[in-house]
């Protein structure tokens, strides 16, 4: 059996190989350079997707980390700060992941450049943060965006306008891989180009592909020539992902045998994050755990609030020297996803993807340091938005501080229905963002619209039914409040 299965592994690498060497025929010059190089990475990618056998982990050799692996924020803040500043942030490079489009928001074109604030968007507001920095301390911070084929073009347009800030903007561009039919495990696309029936043949493979892009960019060794030693890496989605200066002074100020060269910020699980990846030990080692490679019997276990506290933020810092050094010994491994799709025409693949928390395990002294919740804020639904458009943060140079008026840190939950999804209907329905200071809980379903100044506060609830509308009147103050179809208003 195991042999036949040698067989038939060592035929679809055959397969593939010949038919990745027909698509670099359909290309010539730099495209097909850049293909190779891609295909280089996704044939290693395949190769490990042919000999993994059953789930990547096995449950029972999974530890809780020990105590020092998973340091408390407030003790790495408690250390101070230097007089010098400026030298620590002088060997950061910020990197922002910037290959996703706002299609689940029903925005076009790269997520980064949807408005959050004040006509600001995640990438003027990132720029803002990082040139405060630059000016503040003296000091030059870049701002380094991994794009996706997705993103590239309209991100570059965009950049001009930041010609004259305080702030070197560099960009790289994740690779391009094929998606492989699900059943010959062969690739859908019939040339290289991006249009036509191949527009759908091709995908970004996760925020993983950061080492290898970035590495073979040529943009780290620049930076490392420049003096530069860490990244601080973070979706350009989480407007809590801020440059933190305690973090940084902790990693900068370790003797060189202990460098950290990772860090993971997580943040305490709340029923919301049940989903999250979490950290583990595993083989004596420190591992990020994903709800992906969780053995199904053992899913509820992973969501439990009490066995796994905290979960990945995806805010990251990583040292550049390690990363050259792991490219370059091939020693950068993560365990693959394997993402089912169904493309316009019905047809089922899959894609290859790995993700960058993943590789904590090939870095040297890596470390979780437990942050605040404030650290983690990222916008992915109208609902996010509402939170971060409302009078519950102010606007500071570029970052998000939540309102001191409100009494107490956590943010409400909101969940608006799917009447507000896309971004523009959203903006139609609210005349103006109403005053959540005192919300708890606000649900919002059908055809419903805010006047005015409205005030929410305690729990609120807001459901008109099918061929109902609700209006809710401008300057009206909903407090611990169901308004259903009639639009009769109820104590709750």
């Known amino acids: 059996m195991a042999q036949f299965q040698e067989i038939m592994r060592q035929q679809l690498e055959g397969s593939m190989q010949a038919e990745l060497q027909k ?64 030298d620590s942030l002088n060997k950061l490079v910020v990197v922002k992941l910037n290959g996703g489009l706002g299609t689940s928001m029903g925005c076009k074109g790269p997520k980064s450049l949807i408005s959050v604030r004040n006509e600001n968007t995640f990438l003027d507001l990132t720029v803002q943060q990082i040139e405060h920095l630059n000016k ?9 965006l991994m794009n996706s084929f997705n993103t590239d073009e309209d991100t570059k347009k965009i950049l001009q306008k930041y010609t004259h800030h305080r702030v070197r903007i560099h960009t790289f561009n994740q690779s391009r891989y094929p998606r492989i039919n699900k059943e010959s495990l062969l690739p859908v696309a019939t040339s290289l180009s991006m249009s ?25 060794d620049q930076l490392i020539a420049q003096g530069k030693e860490y990244i601080f890496v973070s979706n350009i989605d989480n407007l809590g992902a801020t440059v933190d200066l305690h973090i940084l002074h902790h990693l900068v100020s370790q003797p060189n045998g202990k460098r950290c060269e990772f860090v993971m910020e997580v943040t305490d699980k709340t029923r919301a994050d049940v989903k999250g990846g979490t950290l583990i030990t595993y083989d004596g ?8 490679q969780v053995p ?18 995806n805010n990251l810092w990583i ?6 050094r792991l490219q370059e010994k091939t020693a950068m491994d993560m365990e693959i996803i394997v993402n089912p799709k169904t493309l316009d025409g019905g047809q089922n693949v899959i894609q290859l993807e790995t993700a960058v928390g993943a590789a904590i395990k090939c870095f040297d002294n890596a470390m979780g340091i437990n942050v605040p919740r404030s650290r983690f804020l990222p916008v992915k639904t109208t609902s996010d938005l509402l939170l971060v458009m409302s009078n519950l943060y102010s606007l500071d140079a570029g970052s998000l501080t939540m309102s001191p008026k409100r009494e107490f840190p956590t943010t409400p939950h909101v969940k608006l229905g799917s009447s507000f999804t896309k971004v523009q209907e959203y903006l139609t329905r609210l005349e103006s963002i109403p005053d959540i200071l005192e919300l708890d809980h606000l649900t919002v379903s059908g055809d419903v619209t805010f006047g005015k100044n409205v005030s929410l506060k305690g729990t609120v609830i807001i459901i008109a039914n099918h061929g109902d509308r609700i209006d809710i009147p401008a300057g009206s103050m909903l407090e611990n409040k169901i308004v259903s179809g009639n639009l009769r208003i109820l104590d709750h």
């Open 285 to 292: 080692k420190l591992r990020l755990l994903e709800i992906a």
């Open 23 to 86: 698509l670099l025929g359909t290309a010539s010059g730099s495209e097909k350079e850049v293909a190779k190089k891609n295909f280089e990475g996704f044939t290693n990618l395949f190769q490990r997707f042919l000999q993994v056998k059953g789930p990547s982990v096995e449950w029972v050799k999974i530890q809780r980390p020990p105590e020092d692996s998973i340091q408390p924020y407030d003790k790495i803040a408690a250390r101070g700060l230097p007089d010098s500043v400026a």
């Open 136 to 144: 503040t301390y003296n000091t030059d911070v870049p701002l380094v």
């Open 319 to 324: 040292s550049l020297p390690a990363i050259k």
């Open 196 to 220: 036509g029936q191949n527009a759908e043949a091709w995908y970004p493979p996760g925020h993983g592909d950061i080492y290898a892009s970035f590495y073979n960019s040529g943009l780290l």
């Open 296 to 313: 199904k019997a053992h899913v509820d276990e992973f969501k439990s609030v009490s066995k796994f506290k905290i979960f990945n933020t």
